[in-house]
Every structure is written in structure tokens, then in C-alpha cells.
């Protein structure tokens, strides 16, 4: 069944299609939007960051890799939902009520649920446990060039959301 064509259907509440460069744009202005307003977002970024090294320096299999990339962003995906439905719920909802509360909870209780069966898939992915870091060892000796790329990445990543974490905002930013 398609698109409504009755009067006030579905259709037309819908804009008018943009083109894929102009939506791209947008996208990304979601991203760069979420990850100045939202500390977990950035969190979840480095975090991210450092179990998709920790897999390429512990030599994981290339479909391990795909797994926890696919992870990563169904976390970060869903982070990007929650901070959304907050601001939804903030804009209806500008006061205090259950009903607003229990839809902020209920957010992010969905990203602690994608989080935590990303997290029990990672575990699987890299078990024993205790093998890792003699692997992680062992990759950084196998590739010291990923690794040191990987942590400078992991450090800038730390550093920017250490800088978000205290507080400190860039000159211009909104306050």
C-alpha cells in the first residue's frame, strides 16, 4: 500500500524529498551536534575507539572486527536516538511530569540495553579474558605503527572529552 494521497494524509506532512549531499549535511550536523551536547556521547565515542583498537592489536578475526564496529554504532546510534526523544520530550514537555519523565527514562533505558549486549557480545568476542593483553602485546609488537597511531587517537579523543568533561567551552560556543 502506498502513500497517502488522501488530503492531510501521511504525504503530506512529509517536506519535500532533499538531495543526497544535503542530507549527508544535515546528518552530519547531527553528529557534530550530539557530540558537543552530550557527555556520554562522547564517552561512548572514545570507548569505542579503544575496543575497536584493543581488537585490531589482539589480532581478532576481520568478521570479529565487523561485529564490534557494528556494535559501537548501534551504541553511538542509539545514543543519538536518546539525546533526540530528550529534546523531543523537552520541547512538548518544557515542565515537570511523570508521563515526560518516564519517556526519558525509558530512552535511556534502551541505550543501557544496546550498551550492555554490546558489551556482552565484546566479551565473547574477545574470551579467554585472560589472553588479551599478552595479545594486545603482541599486536602492538606485530604492528607498532597501528598501535601508536590507535593510541594517539585514543589520546586525542580523551583529551577532547576531558576538555567537555571539565566544563571548558570553545570561544563562540553556545553556553
Keep these: ?28 550536523r547531527g553528529l557534530r551536534q550530539v557530540w558537543r551536547a552530550e557527555r556520554n556521547f562522547r564517552v561512548q565515542c572514545a570507548a569505542g575507539w579503544g575496543v575497536l583498537g584493543a581488537a585490531v592489536l589482539a589480532g581478532l578475526t576481520r568478521p570479529a572486527d565487523a561485529i564490534l564496529a557494528g556494535l559501537v554504532g548501534a551504541v553511538l546510534g542509539m545514543e543519538t536516538i536518546n539525546s533526540a526523544l530528550e529534546a523531543a520530550v523537552d520541547l512538548w514537555s518544557p515542565g515537570r511530569h511523570p508521563l515526560a519523565g518516564a519517556a526519558k527514562d525509558l530512552g535511556a533505558g534502551a541505550v543501557l540495553a544496546v550498551s550492555l549486549g554490546a558489551l556482552g557480545a565484546g566479551a565473547i568476542l574477545f574470551w579467554p579474558l585472560e589472553a588479551v593483553p599478552a595479545e594486545l602485546w603482541r599486536g602492538a609488537v606485530r604492528d607498532p605503527l597501528g598501535a601508536a597511531v590507535w593510541l594517539a587517537g585514543l589520546a586525542a579523543l580523551g583529551a577532547l572529552a576531558a576538555g567537555r568533561l571539565s566544563g571548558r567551552r570553545r570561544r563562540g560556543a553556545p553556553g
Design 1 to 28: 500500500m502506498g502513500p497517502s494521497r488522501e488530503p492531510g494524509g501521511p504525504a503530506a506532512l512529509r517536506p519535500p524529498a532533499q538531495p543526497w549531499p544535503e542530507s549527508f549535511r544535515v546528518a552530519g
